[in-house]
């Protein structure tokens, strides 16, 4: 073969993989991914710029001010849960897996707690490269409990995330930004930021797992109620003292509406981003929270500026272009409808059972394992018992399901 061959195949190929890669980067999915992970993180910049602000005022209540947000978020789905199937439905499932959601809430809480405290211990600086640890722990859970299988290029979006995340550490430490106490961590502050991070990713992987198999409705308004009970005890015991000697004025109000406001809309928006986009983009997109937080503490905190701070912004960006350029498989998990989920049983030949209902009529398959079929009809449940070896397309669900209700193929 020819040189002049081996140039045209050469730029042939090339010009196939640009092509497929402009195509995956204008996917609308591909815009959401990076769209809610970048909100979730400003909202989370949002409550760390009000903490920095309370903590000025000499106003420090973690737990008070998470219970505050946790009320607000039940008031709203736990009634609304109500509303949708009814007391003795709610009651029904909090006796059958109510235990997951106290779990998780529990978790949440606790990991929110630890990792607010370990300031008082060790560096920000600190904080922020340990807290890097839910990023392996989610991925490690993902791959044991969900089956969600990861390429290289996932552990490639990974790395680069992670090195942006270090940048950031970086560049705080070169701009001596924090000065009381730092140079020297306290081991007890590092162990509670590793603490709180284990936590927060098996709490994070627990919420992908209950919103995938009951929906969102359900998960916010059963963990909501869980974690008002458990924060507002915890509230009552720890910091019962503190709130007495807060000195409340307009400015201190303002400020603790400012985080509840942007609490309640991260924990209301992540279990959407749970179902939409998994808890590990979720994790990595929040990595650029801290990015905010520094950009936004120049103008309020008096912050010095560092061009490794866009460096890293960049980094964590190019990260989760690579990791989003082809999403994990979870063949598993098929979404559910909003007030009820999947019941999965396996039996011992490996056969499953998908039993929903829903408004509209929805095909869920999986061309490649084909260990999952669900059919849904308007107003009506479709039970479809289905072996691995069963279907092999969406067009033969369509069939048996046609079948089974003695209606045309379309």
Not at 106 to 117: C, G, I, M, R, S
């Amino acid at each position: 073969m020819s040189i002049e061959c081996l140039k045209v195949l050469h730029f042939d190929c090339c010009l196939h993989h640009g092509k497929r890669f402009a195509n995956i980067i204008c996917q609308r999915s591909f815009f959401m991914v990076i769209g809610i992970g970048q909100l979730l993180s400003i909202l989370i910049c949002g409550t760390a710029v009000t903490s920095g602000l309370l903590q000025e005022e000499s106003v420090s209540i973690p737990t008070g001010q998470s219970f505050f947000a946790y009320v607000l978020l039940s008031v709203t789905f736990t009634f609304w849960l109500f509303w949708s199937i009814g007391r003795k439905s709610v009651l029904g499932l909090i006796k059958d897996h109510g235990w997951k959601y106290f779990v998780l809430a529990l978790l949440d809480v606790e990991a929110n707690y630890l990792v607010v405290k370990a300031y008082q211990f060790t560096s920000v600086t600190s904080v922020q490269l340990l807290d890097c640890v839910t990023i392996p722990t989610v991925l490690v859970l993902s791959r044991c409990l969900l089956r969600i299988r990861y390429r290289c290029s996932h552990l490639v979006g990974v790395v680069f995330c992670l090195i942006g995340a270090s940048s950031l550490v970086l560049a705080d430490h070169l701009t001596e930004k924090y000065q009381d106490g730092e140079s020297s961590s306290n081991v007890l502050g590092n162990m509670l930021v590793l603490s709180g991070a284990v936590l927060y990713g098996i709490s994070n992987v627990g919420q992908e797992m209950m919103v995938s198999r009951y929906g969102t409705l359900e998960y916010l308004g059963t963990y909501s109620f869980f974690a008002c009970f458990i924060s507002g005890t915890q509230f009552v015991i720890l910091e019962r003292e503190d709130v007495l000697a807060i000195k409340f004025c307009l400015r201190v109000v303002l400020y603790l509406v400012g985080f509840v406001v942007c609490l309640y809309l991260l924990m209301a928006l992540m279990s959407y981003a749970m179902l939409k986009i998994g808890a590990m983009a979720v994790n990595l997109n929040l990595l650029s929270s801290d990015f905010f937080s520094l950009i936004v503490g120049i103008f309020v905190f008096r912050y010095k500026f560092h061009f490794l701070y866009f460096i890293s912004f960049v980094l964590i960006i190019v990260g989760l272009i690579v990791y989003n350029l082809w999403p994990p498989r979870n063949d598993d998990i098929c979404p559910p409808t909003e007030t009820q989920g999947a019941l999965d049983k396996t039996g011992a030949d490996g056969e499953e059972t998908v039993n929903k209902t829903s408004d509209d009529f929805r095909l869920c398959s999986t061309n490649e394992t084909g260990n999952t079929a669900v059919a849904i009809e308007t107003e009506q449940s479709v039970m479809i018992s289905c072996n691995r070896s069963t279907f092999q397309s969406s067009d033969d669900i369509r069939e048996t399901v046609a079948s089974s209700r003695h209606l045309p193929v379309k």
